[in-house]
């Protein structure tokens, strides 16, 4: 099983970025999937959790701009973020509970994808 993020990048101050996250491999099927971030230096950041229901739940430093949400025929999550700051800049990580094949569950990462906003 495979975690894939995708769609980081260099971004403008107010600016946009939507981040994918899919999972794949030997899936049975995907419980909570979430989105961390970190930045050099600091902690790991919990942004938002998303559950195979669609309930979300939001860190507070992204409430109001960040948009999580899924789609579980791709086992894929999604960010939204928009109001982009430079202290947004960090690593995006996204991390799913995956029920496998044989019934067992285990917690799984992506690989993490860079977010830069900067002028």
């Known amino acids: 099983v495979q975690l894939q993020a995708s769609g980081g990048g260099l971004v403008q101050p107010g600016g946009s970025l939507r981040l994918s996250c899919a999972a794949s491999g030997s899936i049975g099927s995907v419980n909570v999937m979430g989105w961390y971030r970190q930045a050099p230096g600091k902690q790991r950041e919990l942004l938002a959790t998303?559950?195979?229901?669609?309930?979300?739940n939001y860190g507070d430093s992204v409430k109001g701009r960040f948009t999580a949400s899924r789609d579980n025929t791709k086992n894929t999550l999604y960010l939204q973020m928009n109001s982009l700051k430079p202290e947004d800049t960090a690593v995006y990580l996204c991390?799913?509970?995956?029920?496998?094949?044989?019934?067992?569950?285990?917690?799984?990462w992506g690989q993490g994808t860079l977010v830069t906003v900067s002028s």
């Open positions: 991390h799913a509970n995956i029920i496998v094949l044989s019934g067992l569950e285990y917690s799984y």
């Open positions: 998303v559950s195979r229901g669609g309930t979300t």
